[in-house]
């Protein structure tokens, strides 16, 4: 069985510069030990969604961190529990 990581995954608005357009940062921040982990960035509030869910969050839950990001600002999902090939998959792994 493949091990568990465990941590917060954090989204963070960027209003983005004369390179980049608006956009939503994710990262995945381990409890414990080094990954390397990437961030990934989500070009709008519905693709924030699609993420979230391919990162194994219930639609309902992944829509309510989504708006949370795009009123809020920072936001940090925590109690993440996946396996690194989970986090790759998605994107949040190297």
């Not at 839950?61 to 989970?86: D, M």
């Amino acid at each position: 069985m493949a091990a568990k990581l465990i941590g917060t995954i954090r989204i963070t608005p960027k209003a983005g510069d004369e390179k980049t357009k608006p956009h939503f940062e994710v990262t995945f921040v381990p409890y414990a030990g080094r990954v390397e982990a990437k961030p990934v960035c989500v070009n709008t509030h519905e693709e924030l969604v699609t993420f979230l869910m391919e990162a194994r969050l219930p639609e309902d839950e992944a829509s309510r961190w989504a708006g949370r990001a795009r009123g809020e600002g920072v936001v940090i999902i925590s109690g993440i529990e996946r396996t690194e090939s989970q986090l790759k998959d998605c994107g949040l792994l190297a």
